[in-house]
């Protein structure tokens, strides 16, 4: 399956953390979106991406795995099938809210060729963030499914 997801992270301290490129980062204490897409097979799978994020072990590969490790809570996984890549699409949108700010400067997004802020943002209004991210999902004519351990089924 090939898709697009957002991660809902609780980081329930202020958090300074050291990430390779982007230096030293303040994590708030609140919830925070990370976009994703998974647009291979097999360990890139949608399915695989999702529940990858959730293990506790792992190499950490990407920003998102040196934020995740780090006494977080990974709350859930919003995540559309879709044949083409919709992650700066959904970053986009959050950019354009004013319940969302972006997060630290190329943060998942180091290699983005749609010039994104950020592929991390911090939620002001934690009671609807589901709500809010399924809203983007349907605004971009993807039908959001959410999944709370990282098992998804097509």
Same mark, same amino acid.
């Given at each position: ?10 980081? =329930? ?13 303040? !994590? ?18 949608? *399915?695989?991406?999702? $529940? ?20 977080? $809570? ?6 559309? *099938? /879709?044949?083409?890549?919709? *992650? ?11 319940? !969302?700010? =972006? ?14 802020? /950020? ?24 039908? =959001? ?8 089924? /097509?």
């Amino acid at each position: 399956m090939k898709g697009v997801y957002v991660l809902i992270i609780e980081v =329930p301290e202020d958090k300074h953390l050291i990430i390779k490129a982007l230096g030293d980062l303040l !994590f708030e204490r609140g919830i925070w979106l990370y976009v994703g897409s998974a647009m291979g097979g097999g360990s890139t799978s949608l *399915e695989n991406r999702i $529940n990858r994020h959730f293990r506790k072990e792992k190499t950490v590969h990407w920003h998102i795995d040196a934020l995740l490790r780090h006494s977080t $809570n990974l709350q859930a996984a919003i995540w559309a *099938e /879709s044949f083409q890549s919709m *992650e700066c699409q959904v970053a986009k949108k959050f950019e354009r809210m004013d319940e !969302f700010n =972006p997060g630290h400067r190329g943060f998942g997004a180091s290699d983005c060729s749609n010039h994104c802020t /950020s592929h991390l943002f911090y939620c002001k209004d934690n009671e609807k963030v589901q709500d809010l991210v399924s809203m983007i999902f349907v605004e971009l004519d993807l039908k =959001p499914s959410i999944t709370f351990d990282g098992r998804i089924m /097509s």
